[in-house]
C-alpha cells in the first residue's frame, strides 16, 4: 500500500512539472507615430502621440503631447505630459489575451513609411513582437485594447509625474526605423 501511494506521489509530481505555463506580456508598448521632431541639440526623434507603456506589476506609464510646429524645437519624442495609472487586471488580462499565442497578418505590416500605430512587446518566455498597422486597418480583435488603451488614456485616475525615461526596447525600435527611413537633416 504504501508502495502505490509513493508510486501515486511521484506519478503526480511528474504530471506537475510537465504542465507547461502559459506565457505573459511582460512588456507592452502602444505609440502612434504622427512624424519626426527635433529636440534643442537638434537630434530627431519619431514623434509619438500617445505612449502607453506597461511593465508587469508595475503602474502603466502614459505620456502625450501637444502639436508642434515641424520647424520648431520640441522635446523629445514630443512628449511634454507625463501620467501614471495604477494597473488594472482587466486591461493586462486585454493585452495577454490580444497578443499572446497569435500570429498577425502581414496585410497589417505595411513597409511604406513609418506613420503607423505600433505595439511593442516581450513575452515572459523572451519573445519579441511588433504588431504594425495603420489607421482604418486594425487587426482582428485589437480594437477592443485600442479603446481600453483610449479609455485610460482620458481617465480622471491619471496623476501627473516627472518626466519619466522611455524604455529601452522603443529606444531600439527607434534605431532600426531610422536605420530604415533615415531623418532629413534639421532646417532651423
Not at 150 to 178: A, T
Request: proline share 6%; net charge positive.
Amino acid at each position: 500500500m504504501k508502495r502505490n501511494i509513493y508510486w501515486l506521489i511521484a506519478l503526480l509530481f511528474i504530471l506537475y512539472s510537465c504542465k507547461e505555463k502559459v506565457p505573459e506580456i511582460n512588456k507592452f508598448i502602444f505609440i502612434d507615430v504622427k512624424g519626426l521632431v527635433y529636440d534643442s541639440l537638434k537630434q530627431p526623434s519619431i514623434w509619438i502621440f500617445p505612449y502607453f507603456y506597461y511593465e508587469k506589476n508595475n503602474h502603466f506609464k502614459i505620456a502625450t503631447c501637444h502639436y508642434f510646429n515641424p520647424d520648431s524645437i520640441a522635446p523629445p519624442y514630443g512628449l511634454n505630459d507625463f501620467y501614471e495609472l495604477a494597473e488594472d487586471q482587466i486591461t493586462v488580462a486585454l493585452i495577454n489575451k490580444t497578443l499572446i499565442n497569435r500570429s498577425f497578418d502581414s496585410t497589417y505590416n505595411f513597409t511604406n513609411g513609418a506613420r503607423y500605430r505600433y505595439f511593442l512587446y516581450e513575452t515572459s518566455d523572451n519573445k519579441k513582437g511588433v504588431v504594425k498597422f495603420g489607421d482604418g486597418y486594425i487587426p482582428d480583435g485589437f480594437g477592443v485594447l485600442l479603446n481600453r488603451l483610449g479609455v485610460l488614456g482620458e481617465s480622471d485616475q491619471l496623476f501627473r509625474v516627472k518626466p519619466f525615461v522611455i524604455d529601452s526596447m522603443l529606444i531600439k525600435f527607434e534605431n532600426k526605423l531610422f536605420a530604415k527611413y533615415p531623418p532629413p537633416p534639421c532646417h532651423f
